[in-house]
């Protein structure tokens, strides 16, 4: 995977297998048991600079390709789901900050979260409202010099381990134009962390509800200090992590497909080698196949999302394919080792776990249809 890229990028990614093999592989089963987020992981990335490779440097980051860190998603994701997802959302967070924020957001917000002594939580959905983001019901008042933020938010990745919360709210009538980001930080007064949800998988992520009542907001914590641009900025921020999820799915189907292989090596049936049976060796194959088909193609994505062309369309796209393979190899996976695959002696069923949520957050893969169809109908 590293051969063909710059002499320094080879190096990150070389740096990355080892702290993948050394560190957080041996470590990914015991953060799960215990549903624990993975903070001591996340402070060795942050000491390794690797929380802030795409953005700038005036804010701390390496102002690396997007597509040189979705690789280093693609090998966290082969390590560790719930890690490789902490970098993607703590990066969607800070590149809304940055590109929509003013001065001082960027240095007092997306900063920490680049150089990682903070961490992100993004603040969209709520408990009625999901795919149909416009209609949101929390609710940001204005009262003199300050904004008094009122209601639930739902399905907070980081939800009581983030330093910075970025909170979508209605600050106008009805619609997307009503509605506004808001930064508030997790120590402050009038939030309270709800519900903990109770996961399948990623439960090494925390995932809660967040209560705002009554939390107060200064005109300079409004993103950009403008009301009525909060659904542009989710959306936009949405298409940068419609990649990293990508990215992070591919690394677990990748991960699935190692220890696919390595079982068919060295599992005998009739006497030979299970990967010498065609039934066997076919369905790797497939496997094979499609995970190079999903690499390529959020890379492809990243690229020309790095050459500044619009790239809504091949985001969605690059999102449902990945994350349906993801789903589509680890239950393959979960197959090929037979009655093994489906205990936790091995890591297939906690991947398969793992990949069916990448289908569900940060856009279901119907919606991503449904944009995809869109462009198309629109002849983009």
Known sequence: MVHTLPEEQRHLLELVEGFVANEVRPRADAYEREDRFPRELWD???????????????????????????????????????????????????WAIDRWGTEDQRQAFARPLVEGSGIGAYCLSEPDV?????????????????????????????????SSYLVFCRTGDVGASGISAVLLEADQDGMTILKHEDKMGLRASPTAQLALEGAVATPDRLLGEQEGIGFKVAMSALDGGRLGIAAVSTGVAQAALDVSLRY????????????????VSFLLADIATQIEAARELYKSAADR????????????????????????????????????????????????????????????????????????????
């Not at 795409?54 to 890690?83: C, H, K, N, Q, W």
């Not at 999901?130 to 639930?152: F, I, K, P």
């Not at 068919?264 to 039934?279: D, L, M, S, V, Y």
């Open 305 to 380: 999302r790095d050459r500044g062309f619009e790239v809504g369309k091949v985001c969605s796209m690059a999102k449902l394919f990945c994350t349906d393979t993801a789903m589509r190899v680890t239950t393959d996976a979960v197959q090929v080792l037979g009655g093994v695959g489906y205990t936790k002696d091995f890591p297939v069923e906690r991947y398969m776990r793992e990949a069916k949520v990448m289908q569900i957050f940060e856009g279901t893969n119907q919606i991503q249809r449904l944009v995809i169809g869109r462009k198309l109908a629109q002849g983009s």
């Open 130 to 162: 999901g795919s149909d983001a416009a209609a949101l019901s929390c609710r940001a008042t204005r009262d003199g010099d300050a904004y008094h933020l009122n209601g639930v938010k739902a399905w907070i990745t980081h939800g009581g381990v983030a």
């Open 44 to 94: 060795q990335l942050a000491s390794m600079d690797l929380t802030g490779l795409p953005f700038p440097e005036d804010i701390g980051g390496s102002a690396l390709p997007y597509r040189t860190y979705l690789m280093v998603l693609d090998e966290l994701g082969r390590g560790f789901a719930a890690l490789a997802l902490a970098v993607s959302v703590n990066t969607l967070v800070a």
């Open 264 to 279: 068919a090596k060295e599992r005998t049936q009739f006497c030979r080698p299970n990967i010498e049976h065609q039934g």
